[in-house]
């Protein structure tokens, strides 16, 4: 499969349907795509972001976590 072509095949069909109902089904299944993470995954993630800029969480600079990987 060219996945090239394909995907300007796809945008040609997108193109020329008149039917909002398939753009709709569309761009549910690639916004499903766009990401494995489920809610409580978010949820996790915004809980620790608000952690480390209230600086109740330790962080790292980028140095410092080159140097406790390599060692």
Request: hydrophobic share 30%; glycine share 2%.
């Amino acid at each position: 499969m060219d996945l090239q072509l394909t995907k300007l095949e796809l945008i040609e069909m997108l193109l020329s349907t008149k039917k909002e109902s398939i753009l709709k089904k569309i761009k549910s299944i690639l916004e499903e795509d766009c990401s494995d993470l489920t809610e409580d995954d978010y949820k996790i993630i915004d809980e620790r972001r608000e952690k480390h800029f209230n600086g109740e969480s330790k962080s790292y600079s980028w140095e410092e976590t080159k140097k406790g990987i390599l060692n």
